[in-house]
């Protein structure tokens, strides 16, 4: 069971002496409670203390962290098994899957795929993550070959996946100082793999079908010295995997098998609908997704259900409320009022730089609501917009006095009016139909 | 296993019967008992408990539809009745969901058209149906009536009950003994509460389907899938008023700018993706009934449910 904050500052030295990087130590007791640092932050903890915290305090799933520089990412330290209940922490990695026997070009273009593609959405950069790397072939000298090709091409993080200790070896000579996941330690193949996870440092995927057999497996490899684990519960269907996932995500999050608090692997490439696969390992607790190179409609429905599921649903993505610029307006440039969703905000910016004509976004704090919902939930009122006129000068940039508002806000039009003492101008409710509605009513 | 999972639930999801067979007293080929879970969705191999159901959306009048569809279905959209037909011999569905847009033209008013077309589906398609009616207060009870009085005997589901509107869809079902889907706005305490006013008038539990309003994929998805979530949470841990079957509509999907601005030539594709990721991460987080509109899209979720789910009830006899 997890600790109370006051049950934990019982333990503490008291002495406020913020080395651990907190200003008290009932703050730090209190970020121990939810998992957000560490125990050995202060020095002044005795043994005994330590041994207690540790085992309650420490994220009950690890974070661990692949690749190095800019591309690297880490998964795990998550806390819940509903988002709603807190919010998922770290969007799984996916890779895209290659064969160590495809050709140089073939694993060439792949690497320049996941280096370069990006998809962009309410603001934010969506990418694929890095490479999994096969030894299809078996032969130790064509798996490093292929590994040293993706290395040249891309610092991607990467996943080596091969069977032959020696295959494994050759490959880490070339990229085992960035971090690589290995994949995967078995009951018969751990020693060899331990010793070289440990030897470069690197995150190693254990891998047992069964749940006892994976946490025996796990302890065994942190006696080897091997911290980094990630788990693989090779389903042979997607029943399988969501009732192994699920269950070790509440073993985990409730500390009722510590041994097993680490993230999970899914390789969707296996499974015989891979796109299935991944739709269920991103819903449902995968922290690492293999998969092979993806059709753009999948890649882009894939890459967007992972944003939805990890946008925080108490939270919604907001912009900053403000006066934004659409090219370069002037005095006589329409002023067009929104809400501060970031959704909304990209949306209805997209449509206007189509448009072409120069104009100024009136951004209002809704606490990141949807027009419809804010109107809806009474977050966008005639006071908020006047305050907003004011608060951001909108009346220094413009010689005119018209604000066009969005159509689901008409209900509101005249009481702006009255407040504001602008004109209002009703636009279309839907941003698409913006252009029209600027060439006729704005410019006559 | 050596490890004692523990969730701590207590609920079960309440039984609602669609469709009824010859020997229950309707004409469909297929009835299907959905509810009945009392985990998560697929954690349980509960021998005979169905998959989730997939139904095809078709409308009577396409005017509004999104073109994807009426350029893949071809003329099939302009006669609702063989459309209903195809999506059974063809498309494989296990519902057909018809739309009467037909009544949400201005002043619509020829009642006596709606009754035709719920009769001609239901001749022309052996499939349990799902029929969304009217959008317009003072035509409602006329048309649900309408609805209601045709499909007598076919254990309908008829939709949509919402918080301010409610009384003549219930009263129909009630009347002729259908079930009805109760939407509310992406929220657990309103999907609750509507469960309660139905209840108060009479709407007996194993009746109701819940739907929480799906937000497409990208468009609050993100929202509606917590909501789903928690519903099926709450009714797990023993909320007997929340303790329904959910449907799953993401109406807005064909619109939405991925899909509505996709090239040409994979727009079909990209629709089926949305399509099929919010089906599937609906029916992980508890949806029963997926309705989809593109055809392509059900054997992609046919395949992903039948991995998930071994079995699919047929409870009634031909
Ligand atoms: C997701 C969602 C939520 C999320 C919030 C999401 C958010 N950040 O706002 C949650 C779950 C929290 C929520 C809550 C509520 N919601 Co809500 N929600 C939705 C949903 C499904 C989608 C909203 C959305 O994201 N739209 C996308 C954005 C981009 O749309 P938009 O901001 O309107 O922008 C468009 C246009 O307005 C236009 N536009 C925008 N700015 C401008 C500016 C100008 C000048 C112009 C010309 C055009 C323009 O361009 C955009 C694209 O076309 C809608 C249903 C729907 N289909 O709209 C219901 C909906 C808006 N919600 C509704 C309701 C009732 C509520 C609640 C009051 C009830 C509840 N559930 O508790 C609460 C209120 C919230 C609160 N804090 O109390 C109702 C509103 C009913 C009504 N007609 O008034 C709706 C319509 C659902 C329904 N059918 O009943 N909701
Ligand atoms: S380092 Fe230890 S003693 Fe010092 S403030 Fe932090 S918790 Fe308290």
């Known amino acids: 069971m997890a600790l109370k904050a006051l049950d934990i500052y019982k333990l503490l030295p008291k002495k406020n002496c913020k080395e651990c990087g907190d200003p008290t130590c009932l703050t730090f007791a209190m ?357 907003s006129i004011k608060k951001f000068a909108v009346e220094d940039e413009v010689s005119h006095r018209t604000l066009i508002i969005p159509g689901y806000a008409s209900p509101l039009s005249g009481r702006i009016e009255e407040t504001t003492g602008w004109k209002v101008l009703v636009g279309p409710r839907d941003a698409a139909e913006i252009g029209d509605f600027l060439n006729e009513e704005w410019k006559k | 296993m050596v490890f004692d999972v523990q969730f701590g639930w207590n609920g079960t999801i309440t039984e609602v019967m669609l469709g009824a067979t010859k020997t229950e007293g309707g004409t469909r080929s297929h009835s299907y008992r959905i509810g009945g879970g009392k985990t998560l969705p697929f954690l349980e191999t509960i021998p005979n408990s169905s998959a989730p159901l997939i139904a095809f959306e078709i409308c009577d009048n396409p005017q509004y539809w999104s073109p994807i569809i009426l350029s893949y279905c071809g003329d099939l959209v302009n006669d609702c009745g063989e459309w209903a037909k195809t999506a059974d011999s063809v498309y494989g569905a296990d519902m057909v969901r018809l739309y009467l847009t037909s009544t949400r033209q201005r002043n619509f008013s020829d009642i006596a058209s709606v009754g035709k077309t719920v009769e001609t589906v239901l001749s022309k398609t052996r499939l349990p149906l799902i029929i969304e009616g009217s959008n317009e207060p003072k035509i409602d009870s006329e048309v649900f009536l309408k609805c209601g009085e045709v499909g007598q005997g076919e254990r309908l589901l008829l939709g949509t009950a919402e918080a301010g509107r409610y009384r003549s869809i219930a009263a129909a079902a009630m009347a002729y003994n259908h079930s009805v889907i109760a939407q509310s706005p992406i929220d657990v305490n309103l999907a609750k509460q509507l469960n309660i006013l139905l209840k108060e008038i009479g709407v007996s539990s194993d009746h109701i389907v819940i739907d929480p309003y799906t937000g497409s994929l990208g468009y609050g998805f993100e929202y509606s899938y917590s909501a789903m979530e928690r519903i099926r949470f709450a009714a797990q841990k023993g909320d007997d008023d929340l303790a329904r079957p959910i449907i799953c509509s993401a109406i807005d999907t064909l619109t939405v700018k991925e899909v509505r601005e996709a090239e040409t030539a994979i727009q079909d594709d990209v629709a089926v993706q949305w399509e099929f990721t919010t089906g599937l991460a609906a029916a992980a987080a508890g949806a029963e009934i997926i309705c989809v509109r593109h055809p392509r899209t059900i054997p992609l979720l046919r395949k992903a449910f039948t991995s998930l789910k071994s079995e699919k009830t047929d409870v009634g006899g031909q």
Do not use: W
């Open chain 1, 31 to 387: 970020k121990l409670a939810g998992g957000k640092t560490d125990v050995d932050l202060c020095p002044y903890l005795d043994e005994g203390a330590k041994a207690v915290l540790g085992a309650t305090t420490r994220p009950p799933i690890r974070l661990v962290k692949f690749g190095i520089g800019e591309r690297s990412f880490a998964v795990g330290e998550e806390f819940v098994l509903y988002r709603h209940e807190k919010t998922f922490y770290h969007p799984p990695g996916i890779l895209f899957k290659i064969a160590d026997n495809q050709t140089t070009d073939e694993i060439q273009a792949v690497t320049t795929r996941v280096l370069n593609e990006s998809f962009i959405r309410v603001g934010a950069d969506l990418r694929f993550n890095g490479i999994a790397i096969e030894n299809a072939s078996g032969s130790a000298d064509t798996f490093a070959r292929a590994v040293e090709t993706v290395e040249k091409t891309a610092d991607l993080p990467l996943a080596l996946m091969a069977k032959d200790p020696a295959a494994l070896s050759a490959a880490l000579a070339h990229c085992g100082t960035y971090r690589p996941l290995i994949h995967a330690a078995t009951g018969g193949n751990y020693n060899e793999f331990c010793a070289l996870a440990k030897h470069h440092d690197c995150p190693l995927v254990i891998k047992e079908n069964n749940i006892d057999k994976l946490a025996q497996l796990g302890k065994d490899c942190i006696t080897k010295g091997v911290q980094d684990l990630v788990l693989d519960l090779s389903p042979d269907s997607l029943q399988a995997f969501i009732v192994r996932s699920t269950n070790i995500r509440q073993l985990a999050i409730t500390r009722v098998a510590p041994e097993l608090g680490y993230p999970v692997f899914l390789d969707a490439s296996v499974m015989d609908q891979q796109d299935a696969a991944l739709v269920l390992g991103i819903s449902k607790y995968a922290s690492v997704i293999i998969s092979n190179p993806l059709p753009q409609a999948t890649a882009k429905a894939a890459l967007t259900l992972r944003q939805n599921i990890y946008t925080d649903p108490q939270k919604p993505i907001q912009m900053n409320p403000g006066l934004y610029r659409v090219g370069t307006p002037n005095k006589d440039s329409p002023v067009l009022m929104t809400v501060n969703f970031s959704l909304t905000f990209f949306t209805l910016q997209g449509y206007l730089e189509s448009t072409r004509v120069p104009c100024f976004m009136l951004i209002i704090d809704t606490e990141g609501l949807s027009v419809l919902t804010a109107v809806a939930a009474g977050k966008l009122s005639e006071m908020l917009v006047k305050e």
